[in-house]
């Protein structure tokens, strides 16, 4: 399944950590910053249920 994440802030980062680690095919749209650190360091979401780290990320602006 493919799957577009609009949107990288706490709640549609911490679905599609989840989805992309339950094996979806995830690709994140978000710009600026959020952007750019995605494509350096990848995903990295904190939760009490456990860390999800992505690397790498599939991340870009282009929504099309």
């Given at each position: ?5 609009v ?58």
């Open positions: 399944m493919r799957i577009a994440v949107g990288t802030g706490g709640v549609g980062g911490g679905y599609g950590a989840a989805l992309a680690q339950a094996g979806a095919d995830v690709t994140f749209i978000a710009r600026g910053r959020h952007l750019a650190a995605m494509k350096a360091h990848g995903l990295k979401l904190e939760s009490p249920r456990g860390d999800i780290h992505l690397v790498p990320t599939q991340a870009t602006d282009d929504p099309a």
